[in-house]
């Protein structure tokens, strides 16, 4: 299957790429800057990220572009300066750091980067050097009024580069230009879609799984559940799904979800394991620590199960791509561990299967659809695999659950019922680690604090607070606060991610 491959130099826009290209039916990677394929015969072009580095740092990433000589190459901002440094060119600080909007002044018509982009589009620029002297023979593409080289080329190296970021919303042209690389420069068939990858998927799973069982664990999100539809198109009833019920998951969650399974065919298994987790949890406040006790725990029990199953070799995980880049990025920084990808033991007894790894959560909704999910399990929002335990901020115990289970019940139950839960994309209650005063009645009271959170998004690598209406919110606070014993206050979070996170924890 052909490819484009996005090599990451810590830009936080790299993921935007990405989208870009899967947007377009194009097929793309996101790889370290280090990490280039040497021999992949299913690579059409590179795009070299930005970066939060000037290309004189010390501690620039840097790659070998010898590697990529015959690849069409898109350098986008430090991925630009990076290469026509490399290749001879001068890269200086710019009299100012240049941040903000900024309109071509300039555009090479000859240029099939620049085909049907018109001249005085918007241009969003975020760079604090700037491109003074290009190497022999390469050729400025556009300018603004401010930056003389704002794209260049040279055809002959099969080499492009933009100062501006042309997959962020401000730039106005930023999707076309993207768009003539991969389609006029790389010749991408752009046949990328939900269609191929079921069809692509089954046929690799069919081929590596071989005879095999496989047992997967189910959290009665979507990710588990598409890529157990995928397994069970692929393998049928040598796939056993695990469900687990860790204490932590919402209000009636288990049952109601182990009903929603019926009549998809699947084979699941409901596991009670509430009491080993607590167990394992008690006194715990660390969040990274919730998350690995969490992880291992799940992975103790699929163990446990697949030993009386016969011929289980593998455990299948609903990891998606998003999961991949959070839980490492190139510079080592873990921002939060995936229970699915961030706490597997060294020594696994099952070989790892991810069939959804590579895919975004709009394209496993895409999936889904296809493979018939019903929109009961196809919509409903994700959900941390840790459960509760990361939306309870501090040590976890069975009054602490109980009690963020009935204010997480109101808060979703009345979304849905105001007709805002599927204009939301993720949504919530945390349980703070602090008491407040109150009154009710007569009484002064001294009540815990729960905190709610409804974001928008789509992808979930950024997103946005939900503005609710201010009537539904002081609904539910005085619903939360009247029905649920011992919560007296109610807060509504209006952070955005980034800089903060969905989660809290």
Not at 203 to 222: A, F, H, P, R, W
Not at 278 to 299: A, H, N, Q, T
Not at 344 to 366: G, M, S, T, Y
Not at 387 to 396: E, F, H, S, T, W
Request: contains cysteine.
């Amino acid at each position: 299957m052909e490819k484009i491959i996005i090599l990451d130099f810590g830009s936080q826009t790299t993921q935007l790429i990405a989208r870009r290209l899967r947007e377009l039916n194009v097929y793309c990677e996101i790889l370290p800057f280090n990490k280039f394929p040497e021999k992949d015969s299913e690579v059409i072009g590179v795009i070299l990220s930005g970066s939060p580095f000037s290309v004189y740092d010390e501690k620039a990433f840097k790659t070998n572009l010898d590697k990529l000589q015959e690849l069409p190459k898109l350098g986008i901002c430090y991925g630009a300066q990076f290469m026509a440094k490399e290749w001879g060119g001068k890269v200086e600080p710019a009299p100012s750091r240049e941040y903000g909007r900024a309109r071509l002044t300039f555009i090479d018509k000859d240029d099939v980067l620049f085909t049907n982009v018109d001249l005085d589009s918007q241009v969003w620029m975020s760079h604090g050097d700037t491109i003074t002297e290009l190497p022999l023979g390469w050729k400025i593409s556009a300018s603004t009024a401010d930056v003389k080289v704002a794209a260049y080329r040279v055809e002959e190296k099969h080499i492009w580069g933009v100062q501006f970021h042309p997959e962020v919303y401000h730039s106005e042209c930023g999707t076309k230009i993207l768009e003539n690389f991969v389609k006029k420069i790389c010749r991408a068939k752009c046949d990328w879609n939900a269609e191929s990858f079921i069809e692509s998927t089954v046929k690799d799973l069919k081929k590596t799984l071989g005879e095999d069982s496989v047992v997967l664990g189910l959290s009665g999100g979507v990710d588990s559940s598409v890529a157990a539809m995928l397994l069970n198109r692929a393998i049928g009833k040598r796939l056993t799904c695990i469900f687990v019920d860790t204490g932590l998951l919402r209000k009636n969650e288990f049952n109601d979800v182990m009903k929603a399974y019926r009549g998809l065919g699947l084979n699941v298994i409901g596991v009670d394991a509430s009491n080993k987790f607590f167990s394992e949890l008690k006194g715990v406040e660390d969040p990274e620590k919730k998350r690995k006790i969490i992880g291992k725990g799940f992975i103790d029990v699929f163990e446990e199960e697949s030993k009386k199953l016969e011929g289980v070799k593998w455990l299948a995980q609903g990891t998606i791509y998003p999961d991949c880049i959070e839980s490492l990025s190139i510079t080592g920084t873990t921002i939060k561990s995936h229970h699915n990808v961030g706490g597997l033991p060294e020594k696994l007894n099952l070989k790892l299967c991810e069939p959804l790894r590579l895919l975004f959560k709009d394209e496993v909704r895409a999936v889904g659809k296809l493979l018939g999910m019903p929109d009961k399990l196809l919509k409903r929002h994700p959900f941390p695999g840790p459960g509760l335990a990361v939306r309870i901020l501090g040590d976890i115990t069975p009054e602490k659950v109980a009690i963020l289970q009935d204010a997480d019940d109101i808060f979703i139950s009345s979304l849905r019922e105001w007709n805002l839960y599927d204009k939301v994309w993720q949504a919530g209650a945390i349980l703070l680690p602090v008491k407040t005063v109150g009154v009710m009645g007569d009484e002064r009271t001294y009540e815990r604090a729960v905190v709610l959170r409804a974001v928008t998004s789509t992808d979930a690598m950024t997103a946005d607070w939900a503005h609710l209406p201010f009537e539904f919110l002081a609904k539910v606070s005085n619903e939360i606060i009247n029905k649920v014993k011992g919560i007296n206050r109610v807060a509504y979070d209006i952070s955005s991610k980034p800089p903060s996170t969905i989660e809290w924890e």
